[in-house]
């Protein structure tokens, strides 16, 4: 099993955040990441992959238009797929327990 310590190291965390400084990105990532639990648990109560299949594809189609549209930048995960993907449920992490904020990056504690 790999630890989330050495899969994550804090400079790339620091870089992801760098790539989400815009609260509609930010926005897009953190509903991404929720259809892609909903799909997942789902898919545990119904025994089907197809609502994880969805909620991954709704998941990176949110997270990509956040990028395009405006961060205006690539997203991580072209390059660093298991980092970023690892970074964003950090970054979810960081949103629902309050040191990441979805309004205004004045309020973020997680730097």
């Known amino acids: 099993m790999v630890k989330t310590e050495k899969v994550l190291e804090?400079?790339?965390?620091?870089?992801?955040?760098?790539e989400h400084q815009n609260m509609?990105?930010?926005?897009?990532?953190?509903?991404?990441?929720?259809?892609?639990?909903?799909?997942?648990?789902?898919?545990?109560?119904?025994?089907s992959a197809k609502p994880l299949l969805k909620g991954?594809?709704?998941?990176y189609a949110c997270a990509w238009v956040g990028h395009f549209f405006f961060e205006k930048n690539k997203p991580a995960s072209f390059?660093?797929?298991l980092k970023s993907f690892?970074?964003?449920f950090r970054m979810y992490s960081d949103v629902v327990r309050g040191n990441?904020?979805?309004?205004?990056?004045?309020f973020d504690?997680?730097?």
């Open 24 to 47: 509609a990105c930010r926005r897009l990532h953190f509903a991404g990441s929720s259809f892609g639990l909903l799909g997942l648990a789902k898919s545990v109560k119904t025994g």
């Open 86 to 88: 690892v970074s964003d």
């Open 100 to 106: 990441l904020s979805l309004k205004d990056r004045k």
């Open 10 to 18: 804090q400079p790339f965390y620091d870089f992801y955040l760098n």
């Open 109 to 111: 504690k997680a730097r």
């Open 79 to 81: 390059k660093s797929p």
């Open 56 to 59: 991954i594809a709704a998941g």
